[in-house]
């Protein structure tokens, strides 16, 4: 099995910062990408931002110059730095990861972490 192991949710003020963390761990054989969702209320999960191993991101519109995420290979880890944080980015974060086995990939996702951003 893989466990993904997130932190660093909680309550911001508007313009605010919070940086999330995602560990995996587990009958890891090759992690390819890993990323980022998020789900609010009443709202279809989304993506938020991910990350190749080699380094390509891709970001949602909506946090385009306000997130970065970021990953460390050696350590099965990927962050989310999160700034000018809005009330729009009130949701549930989802880490998720695609393990490559021989061509086959799996996907597994963490348990979520809330993120609130009120004043």
């Known amino acids: 099995q893989v466990q993904l192991v997130e932190s660093g949710g909680g309550l911001a003020q508007p313009g605010g910062s919070l940086r999330l963390s995602c560990a995996a761990s587990?009958?890891?054989?090759?992690?390819?990408?890993m990323g980022w969702y998020r789900q609010a209320p009443g709202k279809r999960r989304e993506l938020v931002a991910d990350?190749?191993?080699?380094?390509?991101?891709n970001y949602a519109d909506s946090v385009k110059g306000r997130f970065t995420i970021s990953r460390d290979n050696a350590k099965n880890t990927v962050h989310l730095q999160m700034n000018s944080l809005k009330p729009d980015d009130t949701a549930v974060y989802y880490c998720?990861?695609?393990?490559?086995?021989?061509?086959?990939?799996?996907?597994?996702w963490g348990q979520g972490t809330q993120v609130t951003v009120s004043s």
């Open positions: 998720n990861i695609f393990d490559d086995r021989f061509g086959t990939y799996r996907s597994f």
């Open positions: 587990g009958s890891i054989f090759s992690i390819d990408v």
């Open positions: 990350i190749t191993p080699g380094g390509m991101i």
